[in-house]
Nanobody, 115 residues
Framework: QVQLVESGGGLVQPGGSLRLSCAASGIAFRFYAMGWYRQAPGNQRELVASITSGGRTNYADSVKGRFTISRDNAKNTVTLQMNSLKPEDTAVYYC?????????WGQGTQVTVSS
């Protein structure tokens, strides 16, 4: 059974930082590309950042220079370090694993940026 379990969300003030983690099980993690998506109320789910099995990263323009995605293949985890958070970063953040036609999602973790 494939499981992606996110953690690390919460309430933070503008300008603050949060670190999201996603623990994967049931997949050969090192072969999968991993991504973080987010969905705000009334909006479509959008890609925030991704990292290939080889470590190549990609970021949405809105988070470049502020967010960093990384992976630890020994621990089957992917992390999203979020700095200089803005109110518009408020959303449910989802972890995603994909390989070819296979795609798996976590249950999501809420991030709220507010003073």
């Amino acid at each position: 059974q494939v499981q992606l379990v996110e953690s690390g969300g919460g309430l933070v003030q503008p300008g603050g930082s949060l670190r999201l983690s996603c623990a994967a099980s049931g997949i050969a993690f090192r072969f999968y590309a991993m991504g973080w998506y987010r969905q705000a109320p009334g909006n479509q789910r959008e890609l925030v950042a991704s990292i290939t099995s080889g470590g190549r990263t990609n970021y949405a323009d809105s988070v470049k220079g502020r967010f960093t995605i990384s992976r630890d293949n020994a621990k089957n985890t992917v992390t999203l370090q979020m700095n200089s958070l803005k109110p518009e970063d408020t959303a449910v953040y989802y972890c995603n694993a994909y390989l070819g036609v296979e795609a798996y999602w976590g249950q999501g973790t809420q991030v709220t940026v507010s003073s």
